[in-house]
């Protein structure tokens, strides 16, 4: 008799072992800038992920599983993004929808590729993430080679007519990537910079730079940086008498930079890729985050595409097995909030590059 219930015991134990391995709940992650000056940009990832979560699940999961969602919190900061790379792979996470700054996914991704776990940034932009990072390593937004060539042509065109350029960078590897890269394509154009200046992020008083460029009679500052500095800057030039005109990139997309300027951020130009707002069929999507409070503005909708990829992939391969997700990613075409994306030899990804856009009465459109 015991003989027979020990048998029961384990067949029982066996049953649920196996039921519970077919419906282990899989772990994702997003990281970025959660606290800091950038936080906006992670409110925005954090929003774009958990959302993606919640659609995925009450539509049956990935392969019958539910997903759970890790946060991470890299602040920007480099060092603190590879131990939240690590802490993320103790964790036994498949896929991380991040990071934001290029500064923190370059080196993060050394250690997604070493310990097996997808990378698909919503938002780094600079080109040696996917140049020199591993099979792993995906983005679904655009790089800084593209933006710089967009800029630069418009700069160039503005120097030819005689506007005097200043290129201002913040020293990481997202402003000064895309300083030097819009400066290159400017240069290439046939036209050059009057000033090429390097500015210390997280500080309070730019009169100095913002002297040195009204004594130049500079007439557009291009800043390769983030909102919070190039919100003061702006500031500062008007509090200093000039209209100078300033031009960005795609991390001046949040409504915070308004917050910053007022009134002295009209006119304001940036490079973006194409709203996805605007997307059809996002409509039902865009008003679900409205009724939650959130806009998905900047890169919510960048991060709820990342994990749309993964997850499509993961189900066409069938399995969150790295290799097999690889495999699958690098031959799929997915439709996302982005519209239908697939990833070239890189881990690029194959959507129309960068529009210009204008800040007017507080809120960013089309230029």
């Given at each position: 008799?015991?003989?027979?219930?020990?048998?029961?015991?384990?067949?029982?134990?066996?049953?649920?072992?196996?039921?519970?391995?077919?419906?282990?709940?899989?772990?994702?992650?997003?990281?970025?800038?959660?606290?800091?000056?950038?936080?906006?940009?992670?409110?925005?990832?954090?929003?774009?992920?958990?959302?993606?979560?919640?659609?995925?699940?009450?539509?049956?999961?990935?392969?019958?599983?539910?997903?759970?969602?890790?946060?991470?919190?890299?602040?920007?900061?480099?060092?603190?993004?590879?131990?939240?790379?690590?802490?993320?792979?103790?964790?036994?996470?498949?896929?991380?929808?991040?990071?934001?700054?290029?500064?923190?996914?370059?080196?993060?991704?050394?250690?997604?590729?070493?310990?097996?776990?997808?990378?698909?940034?919503?938002?780094?932009?600079?080109?040696?993430?996917?140049?020199?990072?591993?099979?792993?390593?995906?983005?679904?937004?655009?790089?800084?080679?593209?933006?710089?060539?967009?800029?630069?042509?418009?700069?160039?065109?503005?120097?030819?007519?005689?506007?005097?350029?200043?290129?201002?960078?913040?020293?990481?590897?997202?402003?000064?990537?895309?300083?030097?890269?819009?400066?290159?394509?400017?240069?290439?154009?046939?036209?050059?910079?009057?000033?090429?200046?390097a500015y210390t992020a997280g500080?309070?008083?730019?009169?100095?730079?913002?002297?040195?460029?009204?004594?130049?009679?500079?007439?557009?500052?291009?800043?390769?940086?983030?909102?919070?500095?190039?919100?003061?800057?702006?500031?500062?030039?008007?509090?200093?008498?000039?209209?100078?005109?300033?031009?960005?990139?795609?991390?001046?997309?949040?409504?915070?930079?308004?917050?910053?300027?007022?009134?002295?951020?009209?006119?304001?130009?940036?490079?973006?890729?194409?709203?996805?707002?605007?997307?059809?069929?996002?409509?039902?999507?865009?008003?679900?985050?409205?009724?939650?409070?959130?806009?998905?503005?900047?890169?919510?909708?960048?991060?709820?595409?990342?994990?749309?990829?993964?997850?499509?992939?993961?189900?066409?391969?069938?399995?969150?097995?790295?290799?097999?997700?690889?495999?699958?990613?690098?031959?799929?075409?997915?439709?996302?909030?982005?519209?239908?994306?697939?990833f070239d030899d890189k881990g690029?990804?194959?959507?129309?590059?960068?529009?210009?856009?204008?800040?007017?009465?507080?809120?960013?459109?089309?230029?």
């Amino acid at each position: 008799m015991k003989k027979i219930l020990v048998a029961m015991s384990a067949l029982s134990m066996g049953m649920m072992m196996t039921s519970t391995a077919a419906w282990a709940d899989i772990a994702i992650a997003t990281a970025g800038p959660m606290t800091g000056q950038y936080a906006s940009f992670g409110q925005q990832m954090k929003a774009g992920a958990e959302q993606a979560v919640a659609d995925i699940n009450a539509a049956g999961g990935v392969n019958g599983e539910m997903l759970t969602l890790e946060i991470g919190d890299d602040a920007c900061d480099p060092k603190q993004a590879v131990a939240v790379a690590n802490q993320m792979a103790s964790k036994g996470v498949v896929f991380m929808a991040g990071h934001f700054c290029s500064g923190s996914s370059i080196p993060a991704s050394a250690v997604y590729t070493e310990e097996g776990i997808i990378q698909i940034s919503p938002a780094s932009t600079n080109p040696k993430l996917t140049d020199e990072g591993g099979p792993n390593v995906y983005r679904v937004c655009g790089r800084d080679d593209q933006q710089g060539v967009v800029a630069g042509a418009y700069l160039a065109e503005q120097a030819k007519g005689g506007k005097k350029i200043a290129i201002l960078h913040d020293k990481t590897a997202y402003g000064k990537g895309l300083a030097d890269e819009t400066k290159a394509a400017m240069e290439a154009d046939g036209a050059e910079a009057t000033m090429y200046e390097a500015y210390t992020a997280g500080e309070k008083d730019y009169t100095a730079l913002v002297s040195k460029m009204k004594q130049e009679g500079i007439n557009i500052a291009y800043v390769g940086g983030y909102h919070t500095e190039a919100g003061l800057i702006v500031r500062q030039m008007r509090d200093q008498g000039m209209d100078t005109q300033l031009v960005s990139g795609d991390a001046l997309v949040t409504d915070e930079y308004w917050s910053i300027t007022g009134d002295a951020g009209e006119g304001t130009l940036m490079t973006f890729s194409p709203d996805p707002r605007k997307n059809p069929g996002v409509d039902e999507l865009v008003a679900k985050f409205r009724e939650k409070g959130i806009e998905p503005e900047g890169y919510v909708l960048y991060t709820y595409a990342a994990v749309q990829a993964w997850a499509q992939a993961a189900t066409a391969a069938k399995s969150v097995e790295e290799g097999k997700v690889i495999e699958a990613l690098n031959s799929g075409k997915f439709n996302t909030v982005l519209g239908e994306l697939s990833f070239d030899d890189k881990g690029d990804v194959t959507l129309p590059g960068y529009v210009w856009y204008e800040w007017k009465d507080g809120k960013y459109d089309y230029k």
